[in-house]
C-alpha cells in the first residue's frame, strides 16, 4: 500500500523544498522525493557554486589593487583548487542546514527517482510508492547542449562540469552571452583567462535595457574579454591540446576550453507512468495554468519545469520559492495570486552586477507605453568612488502622465558595485506601482550606494539634486 501525504513533491529543488518547508509550517503532512541530494541544481550546480567564484574573483580583485588604498601586498595568485574546496565547504553547510531543517519539520525525505502514476500516486526507483492529495512536480533542468559539441568534461563543458573545475585554462571560449555565460566570462577574466564570448544575437544579455548592457560590455573590452555577437555557423576541431573554433565568414579561434551556456532544457524525460493526463509541450515543458496547475486534477508544476501561458517564464530559483509557496497557499485555501512574471527580479553577479525589474525602456516603449527615462551615474556617488568602483549607473523608467510628468514606475535598471543587493526598493517601487514623486520623496542613508537610485527618482520629477 502506498504511504500517504497530504502533499507529495517530486524534485528537491527551490520550488519543491520552498512548497515542502512552507507547507509543513503550516502542518501539512509532506513527502518530497530526490534523486540526488536536496537543494537542487541552484545550491550544488548553479547559483551558490557559481557565485563562490565570483567572489574569489572578486577578492583577487581587490588584492591586485590593494596598493591604491595604501595596503601593499605581494602580486596575488591563484590556486582554483582552495576555491573549489571552499566551493564545497559552502555547499555542505548549507546543504545540512536544509536537510536540519526538513527535518525539524518532520518532512520525509525519499531518496530516488519519481514518476508520477494514475491517482496522484508517485513511484519511486526504490520501490516505494507514495499517494498524495496533492501533487507538485519540481524536477528542475539541466544544461542545454548544442549539435557538434559533445560535452566530454575536458574540453568541451557545461555549467555542470565547469563548476567542478579544481584549474582554469589559459585561454577559453564562452558560447552564449545571457547571464549564466556573461558570469563565467567575468570569473575566468578576472582570474586571469584570456576569453572570448560568442553570442548569436545581436547582443549579450538579452532582455536587459540597452543602457545597462552597453555598461557590462565596456568593461568586458576593457578587462581583455572579447565579445562576438550575431555569431552563426559555430563548429569545432579538437586537437592535441584544446580545440579549433570556427564560425561566422570563415573566422577561427583556438582555445583550451569551450564552455556551453544555451539555456537549460526542463527534466520532464520519463517523470509520467502510462496513463497520466499532465500536458506537456513540444519542448518538454510542463503546461500550467496560471495557478500552477496542471492538467491532471490535483497536480501542480512549479520551477524551471514549466510554461505558462503567457509564454514568459523565468528560470531564477528565487521564481520556484514564490510558485513553490503559492502552490501551497491554494493548498490550504489561502489567497494565492497569480505570480507577474514581468516584475520578477533579475540579478547578474557578472563584473559589473547587474540587477533589474519591471521593462526595459525598449520594451515599455514596445508595449505602447509613453515614457519618462532618466538615470543617474556611479561616477559621481561617494560611496562608490570610496570604493573605488565607479562603473554603473542607475536607469528608471516611468509611465509619462497626461500632464507630461512622470507618474507609475514601470521598470528599474541597475549596472555597477553591489546592485544586486540594491535592487530591493526598486522591486518594491515597481510592483507597488508607485510613482516617481513617491519614491523620490523618500530618504536615502548617505553615504551609501542606493543614493544613485534615489537621484534618478528625484531627476525623474525635474528635480534632480546633482543632476
Known amino acids: 500500500m502506498a504511504e500517504e501525504f497530504d502533499v507529495v513533491v517530486v524534485g528537491g529543488g527551490p520550488g519543491g523544498y520552498a512548497a515542502a518547508l512552507y507547507g509543513a509550517a503550516a502542518g501539512l503532512r509532506i513527502a518530497v522525493v530526490e534523486k540526488d541530494k536536496v537543494g537542487g541544481t541552484c545550491l550544488h550546480r548553479g547559483c551558490i557554486p557559481a557565485k563562490e567564484f565570483l567572489e574569489t ?7 591586485s589593487n590593494a596598493k591604491e588604498f595604501g595596503v601593499n601586498t605581494d602580486a596575488p595568485s591563484i590556486d582554483f583548487s582552495v576555491s573549489q574546496a571552499r566551493k564545497q565547504r559552502v555547499i555542505d553547510g548549507q546543504w545540512k542546514g536544509l536537510q536540519t531543517l526538513m527535518k525539524r519539520r518532520k518532512i520525509t525525505t525519499v531518496a530516488g527517482t519519481g514518476r508520477l502514476a494514475q491517482g496522484r500516486t508517485v513511484k519511486v526507483s526504490d520501490g516505494s510508492e507514495l499517494k498524495g492529495t496533492h501533487v507538485i512536480l519540481a524536477t528542475g533542468s539541466s544544461p542545454k547542449t548544442i549539435p557538434g559539441f559533445a560535452v566530454d568534461g575536458r574540453v568541451v563543458l557545461t555549467s555542470d562540469e565547469f563548476l567542478e573545475l579544481d584549474h582554469l585554462p589559459a585561454t577559453a571560449a564562452v558560447i552564449g552571452g545571457g547571464a549564466i ?3 563565467f566570462a ?8 584570456k576569453v572570448t564570448v560568442l553570442e548569436v544575437l545581436p547582443k549579450i544579455l538579452p532582455g536587459c535595457d540597452r543602457d545597462v548592457a552597453e555598461v557590462v560590455v565596456r568593461s568586458f573590452k576593457k578587462r581583455g574579454i572579447d565579445v562576438r555577437t550575431g555569431v552563426t555557423d559555430l563548429a569545432h576541431q579538437p586537437g592535441d591540446q584544446g580545440t579549433t573554433l570556427t564560425f561566422g565568414q570563415g573566422e577561427s579561434l583556438q582555445v583550451d576550453m569551450i564552455v556551453l551556456s544555451v539555456g537549460r532544457r526542463p527534466l520532464s524525460d520519463d517523470l509520467f507512468l502510462e496513463g497520466v493526463g499532465v500536458e506537456v509541450d513540444e519542448r518538454g515543458f510542463v503546461r500550467v495554468d496560471e495557478s500552477l496547475r496542471t492538467s491532471e486534477e490535483g497536480v501542480y508544476a512549479v520551477g524551471d519545469l514549466i510554461s505558462v501561458a503567457s509564454g514568459i517564464h523565468p528560470a531564477l530559483a528565487h521564481v520556484g520559492f514564490a510558485e513553490g509557496m503559492q502552490v501551497i497557499k491554494q493548498i490550504l485555501g489561502e489567497p494565492a495570486p497569480p505570480i507577474d512574471y514581468l516584475n520578477v527580479p533579475w540579478c547578474i553577479y557578472t563584473h559589473p552586477e547587474v540587477a533589474f525589474v519591471g521593462l526595459s525602456q525598449e520594451a515599455a516603449v514596445e508595449a505602447g507605453y509613453s515614457v519618462i527615462a ?19 549607473l542607475v536607469k528608471v523608467i516611468a509611465e509619462k502622465g497626461p500632464d507630461g510628468k512622470a507618474g507609475r514606475i514601470l521598470g528599474v535598471h541597475m549596472v555597477g558595485p553591489w546592485v544586486t543587493e540594491q535592487l530591493g526598493q526598486g522591486y518594491l ?8 514623486s513617491e519614491v523620490a520623496a523618500l530618504i536615502q542613508p548617505h553615504p551609501t550606494l542606493s543614493e544613485v537610485f534615489g537621484e534618478t527618482m528625484l531627476s525623474l520629477t525635474g528635480r534632480g539634486l546633482h543632476t
Open 57 to 63: 574573483a572578486s577578492v583577487y580583485r581587490q588584492v
Open 429 to 436: 517601487a515597481v510592483n507597488w506601482e508607485a510613482t516617481a
Open 186 to 193: 567575468s570569473t575566468m577574466a578576472d582570474l586571469g583567462v
Open 374 to 392: 532618466k538615470k543617474d551615474k556611479f561616477v559621481g556617488n561617494g560611496r562608490a568612488a570610496i570604493l573605488g568602483d565607479t562603473d554603473g
Open 181 to 183: 555565460g556573461c558570469e
